[in-house]
């Protein structure tokens, strides 16, 4: 028995004709007979009483009609499910991520992204750089936004740069470099410096490091923290002086941003595997996509 020969029988018992049935379903009468027919055979009983005057549904035909409706309604919602889900609008969005230099952006992107997709599914995961490129890898994460870390091309993982990040200084507006435009590396020879721990972020750890050797000097490094909040709390202490990338300061700390001569950046990606390239995967891809081209990702004023 198909799904057809169901439609047919659903729409004789509702009308309790077959020509209005016919209408509705845009069938000849003949054919709809036929279906009834092979429908009371395989079932080896009757379905619908018919006379010359009316059509009634027999014991059997209204048990039949009650589990036809209840089946094409679960397979009109299965159909429903499955053209979501091609359009990226169902499923399960696994997002691994890095917390500050995302901060500026990323709930504001997950709340378009959930308005766009209200039934995917969101799982957020804040991890280093090196285990947000191996969960991708492993399949364990739809996506990442993180930074490049060695050996990530061996990892065949796609990317796209998000931003090329300058990286600089922060210091307590007290401090007496806190009045300078900019500042070249050499003046932080003789400097304490506090930077990130290279196992919690590899790319911004060397490129400090590399910073400082162009520069001809080997840092001078007082405090390694995990997390960069707890750079910026020592910097505030005055502990040292804090590198760092741009837009890691928050509104309202009293510290100061300062560039750092000769530009040295450090890149934010977005990584995924292409053997996992999910409907909700690019969808999230192009909206990515439209706050870059748009500038939205960076200027909350214009979210």
């Known amino acids: 028995m198909e799904l057809r020969h169901l439609r047919y029988f659903q729409a004789v018992a509702e009308e309790l004709s077959y020509t209005r049935a016919g209408r509705r379903?845009?069938?000849?009468?003949?054919?709809?007979?036929?279906?009834?027919?092979?429908?009371?055979?395989?079932?080896?009983?009757?379905?619908?009483?018919?006379?010359?005057?009316?059509?009634?549904?027999?014991?059997?035909?209204?048990?039949?009609?009650?589990?036809?409706?209840?089946?094409?309604?679960?397979?009109?919602?299965?159909?429903?499910?499955?053209?979501?889900?091609?359009?990226?609008?169902?499923?399960e969005l696994r997002l691994g991520y890095i917390g500050p230099p995302t901060q500026p952006f990323?709930?504001?992107?997950?709340?378009?992204?959930?308005?766009?997709?209200?039934?995917?599914?969101?799982?957020?995961?804040?991890?280093?750089?090196?285990?947000?490129w191996e969960m991708v890898a492993k399949g364990r994460l739809s996506l990442g936004l993180t930074r490049p870390v060695?050996?990530?091309e061996d990892l065949g993982l796609q990317t796209i740069l998000l931003r090329?990040?300058?990286?600089?200084?922060?210091?307590?507006?007290?401090?007496e470099l806190a009045r300078k435009k900019q500042v070249a590396w050499k003046a932080l020879e003789r400097e304490p410096l506090v930077i990130l721990a290279r196992r919690e972020g590899v790319g911004l750890h060397d490129a400090v490091l590399s910073g400082c050797r162009q520069a001809g000097f080997a840092p001078r490094i007082v405090q390694s923290p995990s997390l960069i909040g707890t750079v910026l709390s020592y910097v505030e202490a005055g502990s040292g002086i804090g590198v760092v990338t741009e837009g890691i300061l928050g509104e309202g700390q009293p510290l100061r941003f300062i560039p750092?001569?000769?530009?040295?950046?450090?890149?934010?990606?977005?990584?995924?595997?292409?053997?996992?390239?999910?409907?909700?995967?690019?969808?999230?891809?192009?909206?990515?996509?439209?706050?870059?081209?748009?500038?939205?990702?960076?200027?909350?004023?214009?979210?």
Request: glycine share 6%; charged share 35%; hydrophobic share 40%.
């Open 260 to 303: 750092l001569i000769p530009a040295l950046t450090v890149p934010l990606v977005l990584v995924w595997q292409e053997d996992e390239d999910t409907p909700p995967l690019r969808r999230f891809r192009e909206l990515l996509g439209e706050w870059l081209e748009a500038g939205r990702l960076w200027d909350g004023r214009r979210a």
């Open 25 to 91: 379903l845009h069938v000849a009468q003949p054919a709809l007979s036929r279906v009834i027919k092979e429908i009371e055979a395989e079932l080896g009983a009757s379905v619908l009483e018919r006379t010359t005057s009316r059509v009634r549904l027999t014991a059997v035909g209204e048990v039949l009609l009650r589990e036809t409706s209840l089946l094409l309604e679960r397979w009109e919602e299965a159909l429903r499910k499955v053209r979501r889900t091609a359009n990226g609008e169902e499923g």
């Open 164 to 175: 090329a990040e300058r990286l600089g200084i922060v210091v307590a507006e007290t401090h």
């Open 106 to 132: 990323l709930g504001r992107l997950l709340g378009e992204y959930r308005r766009r997709c209200p039934r995917v599914s969101i799982h957020l995961e804040e991890r280093t750089p090196e285990r947000v």
């Open 150 to 152: 060695p050996l990530a």
